[in-house]
């Protein structure tokens, strides 16, 4: 392939002048200087050869005799003490330096071949029409994590999901304010699906309705660009519904229409936009001071993780870059973080609450807890607390907090209206079944209401289960089979001893496979950057708890974060902008 | 500052369990047990003393006796002619090694110096009311040129754009198919002005208006998010127009509505997003096959380094990436360039027109010339050839060609109908004035109309133009007040030799000073990529012109890119995402 690029490769020289080939002539004579003394290159070689024998490192007995060393003492060695130390260290450097180079060569090539292998993935099985369909409905964390481990020999699977990629969310912070990239933090779902045994079907389209009676979902294409078809019922025989939550707003006025949110990808890119759109504001020639002072103001709303990353992120942005940049402007920046319970990050031990509090002190980030927001305006968010309401002007609103259930999870709970009477989410029993159906639905994630908070390590783990569940259903599937058609020869043909033992064997296989284990969440503990290269973690260890905070858990955080992302690529991009950020600051063009 | 983070640093167990403690006293027991022979840690280093002696490269007489060595031979030394040859091919290992090391650690340690010197731009000198000030319309090549070039203790400079950044549009095409992020082709123009010795005031506005007689600019600030205050009038001593262009749609029909664009950084993402929308839509369901040959067809309108560029680069998505990704729909992406006049690239020699509509040939880009477009739908583009109109289906066309006058400046062309009549640009004399007016508004770039293509290098040379006959004109400012308050001493008080001798010697300087040369253009050459590694280059040499095309003009394309590319940080953030193409190739993710 190479070959045939560079093949067609043509170089033409016309409208040359007299000068260029003046030039050319020149040249030519160089070379012929040259050539006589390429004749002597053999000596020179050879005297090269010596030289290097000299030099080189081992002084085995026949190749180094003792009289050429002495002859021709090496660089520096002044025969004394001096250079046996400074040979020790030499041969010092000699090893970093072939370790380095080593480690270099090698690392960059097995890389390389990973990265390659990665990117062409080769072909696939065809669907097969003997084997069941499995719908799943999303691309999170539950749905990906589903994806990696299920195994497709087993089912034709089909994916819809309205977005064609995973989106890292933990990260979403740090991409507002250009720490990270965003396609860093983005896997397409056909980097996954395209590594299975067996052909995926990923179908970018929004689930509209579940009938859970017919076993069909209709899905459709909401998109800018639509074709002739735009929507499609596709049938199912297990249904994985894990489609997430959108924002709750708890129908508080004006926050769909002036706040900003911190869910999807996009959401983080228009945080970003609209911060330097304030900054560039208040730098129009003319603005008052109070006018200054409002848009330079962010709210964020919620004490959540993700409120706090971003408050830390968006300190982080101030204090080192903004203040290069925008040097009248940086030190009127001000963070406000307000949330309505009495504390910030109520998952988290108190020592690490404490900690960030006053961490966030130093930062100059205002923490405004028990205060809860009564309104947002376009300029100004009203708040109430306990010494009564107020108006606070600003420029951005961020709003990081809540979850309430998507449409179509709501509808397809409303068809159980028995067993699904929590408004917080599909209800499901150990297994992951949707509480009502027939066990046909599976659903997992921020969808759910269960006894696990919606968080990413709940629905990852949820997505994990739930494929080596459907592993052993296809296990068992396949023994009912087999032990159907043995029973029917039992009864039909003369008794046999060989095969009345293989109907036992198997009716204790088919009966161990029955017992499904339940979902067990095991907590890897949870993590939250809290700005100024500090974050913190409450870690379970044994059976207590490790709380730790500082650089030194930033270090760890970075380190998790980057175990924890989807593929290579992700691990390489991200580390990459980093490195990025670090060298180069981040970027404070308004695009 | 780094010891300040790490104070706070905490680390608290709390919970721990029995068996926590446990583990700690039996790792206190294993403390013990090394405790005791540490105490032979002395002699153990002595002995590793005499081996890494022994091992050293070195064979100086005093301190590697030759008896050591016959005792211990260095590994893999059979102490024949094969001990000769390692020996020099390991000097030549640890030579390469020790290359490898210190370039790596010397090239890491000046660059991070260097990034860390451009991250943070000292104090510059406030306004200074005696000089006059210097207001620059634009953020784009010719302004960003000017702004690097210009001596800002000459004049108060006020910088005013829409786009608070500078946007490398060459290589826009490699943005709108994922070759390059976004942001590592822009540079925000406040990296440039906080570098200048001089305060600039840079202002994210639109020029709404410019008044030559009062000698004002007024602006607003049409962005998103707005202060109290949004609009201000500047005054300017001299006013720089560097606007560019709008795109030119000739008032085609369904253009504005339809078409993508190739102008902004916004266009590229665009165009990325819409492809990615139209391949996953053809991956609907049940799609028609006649409906996904319709939403695969990606049509180019503009023949030029834009147009041709962006089939070239889609044609390496295709083949790179999407038919790993979408194997199904990959063999059916078409793609067409329409252009209008009988030939592609018309500024190139005709051989390397040629050899572009070849490559394309391979390429299967289709290459329509003499094809005019009469009309723009939501699915397809009514097109006028020879063989008369025709009606192509398509799923994403880009609009890649044509420049039209903004109405900034078309409204300051107005207010000189006598100079001003040629509606494709500012008229401008040979020194950049705006024809009409009194000397003091100059225009460059894209917005003018000269003799010259409205190209990045014209622009660019004329920016760095004007910043010197700018330097030239405080200069010749400064001597002309010398020499007004010299000639009002002559004429005040006693006659004085030495007076006399002085005001000869500025009028001369003066004299000379009044001479400003022409602006002259120097063609660096043509450059332009057309996919499959491959690019075609027009170079002047000496007084002919040396036309290439291939593989090795593609590695030229991207070294002339990479150092005519604005600053360091953008040099390495281009480079950095070829590399990360080329491990990890394109994004299909529809973001």
């Known amino acids: 392939m190479h070959l045939a690029r560079s093949r067609t490769a043509i170089a033409v020289a016309r409208n040359v002048s007299n000068q260029f080939a003046g030039a050319a002539r020149s040249r030519a004579s160089v070379t012929k200087l040259l050539t006589p ?44 003490g001096n250079g046996k130390k400074q040979s020790r260290y030499r041969a010092f450097l000699q090893h970093v330096g072939r370790v380095t180079l080593v480690t270099v060569v090698g690392t960059t090539g097995v890389f390389y071949y990973y990265t390659q292998k990665d990117k062409h993935p080769g072909a696939q099985l065809p669907f097969d029409e003997t084997k069941k369909t499995l719908v799943v409905l999303g691309s999170g964390w539950g749905a990906s994590s589903l994806l990696k481990t299920i195994d497709t020999e087993d089912y034709n699977v089909v994916v819809v999901s309205p977005k064609n990629y995973f989106l890292f969310t933990p990260l979403l912070p740090s991409v507002a304010v250009g720490t990270i990239s965003p396609r860093s933090i983005i896997q397409p779902t056909r980097h996954i699906t395209r590594h299975k045994k067996r052909v995926v079907s990923v179908v970018e389209a929004e689930a509209k309705e579940v009938d859970p009676v017919a076993k069909t979902v209709t899905v459709q294409d909401t998109s800018e660009i639509r074709g002739l078809v735009t929507e499609r019922t596709i049938p199912y025989d297990y249904l994985v519904v894990a489609v997430g939550a959108e924002v709750q707003t708890f129908g508080i006025e004006g926050v769909k229409e002036h706040a900003c949110f911190m869910k999807e990808l996009h959401d983080a890119e228009v945080v970003q936009r609209r911060f330097m759109d304030c900054v560039e504001t208040a730098a129009f020639p003319g603005q008052s001071q109070e006018e200054i002072d409002r848009l330079l103001h962010v709210v964020v709303v919620g ?34 973080l307000v949330e309505a319970l009495p504390s910030v990050l109520p998952m988290f031990s108190k020592q690490l609450i404490d900690y960030t509090v006053s961490t966030f002190k130093e930062e100059k980030i205002d923490v405004k807890t028990g205060t809860k927001v009564k309104k947002v305006k376009a300029d100004a968010v009203v708040v109430e607390a306990k010494d009564g309401e107020k108006e606070i002007p600003c420029g951005l609103l961020v709003w990081a907090g809540g979850n309430k259930g998507r449409k179509v999870s709501m509808d397809l709970m409303a068809k159980f209206p028995t067993e699904q009477k929590n408004p917080r989410g599909i209800s499901i029993d150990d297994h ?74 198997i009716a ?84």
């Open 432 to 505: 992951l079944r949707m509480k009502g159906s027939d066990g046909s639905i599976f659903a997992l994630g921020d969808c759910t209401f269960s006894q696990y908070a919606p968080t990413a390590q709940v629905a990852s783990q949820q997505g994990a289960y739930l494929a080596r569940v459907l592993k052993q259903k296809a296990k068992r599937d396949a023994l009912a089979v087999e032990f159907a058609s043995l029973q029917k020869e039992e009864l039909l043909q003369s008794p046999n001893a060989e095969r009345k033992e293989k109907i036992e064997k």
């Open 37 to 80: 003394s390429a004749a002597s290159s053999g000596k020179f070689s050879r005297a090269l050869s010596s030289t290097s024998r000299v030099l080189a490192d081992s002084p085995s007995p026949s190749s180094a005799p003792l009289a050429d060393a002495t002859t021709t003492p090496p660089t520096g060695g002044d025969g004394n």
């Open 508 to 591: 204790k296989q088919l009966e161990k496979q029955e017992k499904v284990r339940p979902f067990s969440y095991s907590h890897q503990g949870s993590l939250a950057y809290i700005g100024s290269d500090k974050a913190i973690a409450d870690l379970p260890i044994f059976n207590g708890n490790l709380a730790s905070g500082g650089v030194a858990t930033f270090l760890f955080w970075r380190s998790a974060y980057i175990s924890t992302l989807f593929s290579l690529r992700n691990r390489v991009l991200v580390a990459n902008d980093w490195i990025k950020v670090k060298l180069f600051g981040r970027d404070v063009s308004r695009d």
């Open 303 to 336: 004490g959540g993780p993700t409120g706090v990353e971003l408050s830390g992120e968006l300190h982080d942005f101030l204090s080192e870059d903004l203040r290069s940049w925008y040097p009248e402007l940086a030190s009127r920046i001000r963070l406000t």
